[in-house]
């Protein structure tokens, strides 16, 4: 069974499916790779590391489904949206770490993972996926399951209140857009500026 691989620095991407089961201890792609096709590396139960560079673009769905030994990821800043199921049934994974780049957290990312107990989600994140985060084996909700993110964040605040999941928040989102060419700031002194022109987004009460 292929237990390791060195991967060559010339390598901008890996098919789907490439390592499907395979009996690899750990996974280290180069810097300059840029893209983890879907299912890559779906069921490599005995893989305990992924180091992924700082130039990795693109990670397909269920790409690292099912490591069942790996207990540690990060994401790096290239990256800005985690797919769909990308570490679902990864049972043994304690710590995700995901950067300020992400904008969308897809469905299940991290479903069926009970040894997950906390996450901080970036400030950036707009949408989050059906049971994406705080979810065990066979859909039972992870005891204790805590999510931090910033205070004024209606995402990430929606969805730890819509499934019953303890917030912790950390500071306050400063800045963002409110149309297509507006955009807005809060002061330390609590002064909001919108600037632009057109027409502003409606926001309906509640």
Request: glycine fraction near 10%.
């Amino acid at each position: 069974a292929l237990e390791s691989v060195e991967f060559p620095a010339t390598l901008k991407e890996i098919g789907e499916a490439a390592f499907h089961s395979s009996a690899l201890k750990a996974i280290t792609l180069p810097e300059g790779f840029e893209a983890v096709g879907e299912r890559a590396f779906y069921a490599c139960e005995e893989v305990e590391s992924v180091t992924l560079p700082s130039t990795l673009s693109t990670i397909g769905k269920w790409a690292f489904e099912s490591c069942r030994s790996l207990t540690e990821i990060t994401f790096p800043a290239s990256v800005t949206a985690i797919p769909e199921s990308v570490c679902t049934g990864c049972q043994s994974l304690e710590k995700v770490t995901l950067p300020e780049s992400i904008t969308s957290i897809g469905a299940y990312a991290f479903y069926g993972c009970p040894s997950l107990k906390e996450i901080t989600i970036p400030s950036a994140t707009t949408a989050i996926g059906e049971k994406a985060i705080g979810y065990g084996r066979w859909g039972s909700k992870v005891s204790g399951f805590t999510i931090t993110g910033c205070a004024n964040s209606e995402p990430i605040l929606s969805y730890a209140k819509a499934h019953g999941f303890d917030y912790t928040p950390v500071g306050y989102i400063t800045s963002g857009t409110c149309g297509e060419n507006a955009s807005w700031s809060l002061s330390d002194d609590g002064v909001l500026t919108i600037s632009g022109s057109g027409d502003m987004d409606n926001y309906p009460d509640g």
